[in-house]
C-alpha cells in the first residue's frame, strides 16, 4: 500500500493511464484503477472525483504556475511576448513529463469525453491566462484575443514538439510564435482600413 496521499496520487496516474491503453477509458473502472494501484475505492475518490480527472491532474498547478508567469514577466513586453515567456517557463514541465504525456494524449484523442473535458480546461487555462494579462493593464479584448491566439500557437508548437522531438519545446515556442507575429504582420487590411502606400 503507498504510504504517502503523493505516492498514492502517482500510483493513481500511472496505473489509471495503463488501464485505459489496454482497455480503453470506457472500459475501465475506478475500481480497477485502484486495485491496480494497490488502494481502495475510497482512496481514489479521495484524490479524483471521476476516473476522468486522473488525466488532467496537475492543470489547477499550470493555471497558477501560467499567471503567475504572466505576472512576473519582465515590464515593457507587449502581450505576445509575455505569453512566450509564460509559456517557456511551463515548457520545461512538460519535458519532463514526456514519457507519461505522450500515452495521456493518445488516450484523450481515442476518447470523446476526454477530449471535450481537454477542451473544456484549455478555456479555462485560457480565462487564466487573459486575466493575468489584464493584470499587468492589457485592454480586456485585447487580453482576451491574445490568450486566445497565444494558446493556439502554444498547442502547435506542442504538436510539432511531439512530431519533431529532437529539438526542445522552448525552439518549437519561439517558431510558432515568430509564425504567429509573421501572420500579423502580413495580413491583408481590413474593410475598414486602407493598405499602406
Known sequence: MPRSG???????????????????????TAAEIAARAGVNERTFFRHFPD?????????????????????????GLEP???LLHAFRRSAQELENTRPYSEPRWKVIA????L?????????????????ALRRRGTAAGVAD???????AAYQHAVQAWVDEPAQGLSVHLERAFDELRALSSTAPPGPDRTPPN
Not at 489509471?16 to 470506457?26: N, P
Not at 498547478?61 to 499567471?67: I, T, V
Not at 471535450?116 to 487573459?130: D, F, G, N, Q
Open 51 to 75: 476516473k476522468r480527472e486522473v488525466l488532467f491532474d496537475g492543470d489547477g498547478d499550470l493555471r497558477a504556475a501560467l499567471a503567475q508567469a504572466v505576472a512576473e514577466a519582465p515590464d
Open 6 to 28: 503523493a505516492e498514492a496520487r502517482r500510483r493513481l496516474r500511472e496505473a489509471a493511464l495503463e488501464l485505459y491503453l489496454e482497455r480503453g477509458f470506457d472500459q475501465t
Open 145 to 151: 484575443l491574445a490568450a486566445r491566439t497565444g494558446w
Open 80 to 82: 505576445f511576448a509575455v
Open 115 to 131: 477530449r471535450e473535458r481537454e477542451l473544456a480546461k484549455h478555456a479555462w487555462l485560457v480565462e487564466a491566462v487573459a486575466e
Open 110 to 113: 481515442a476518447t470523446p469525453a
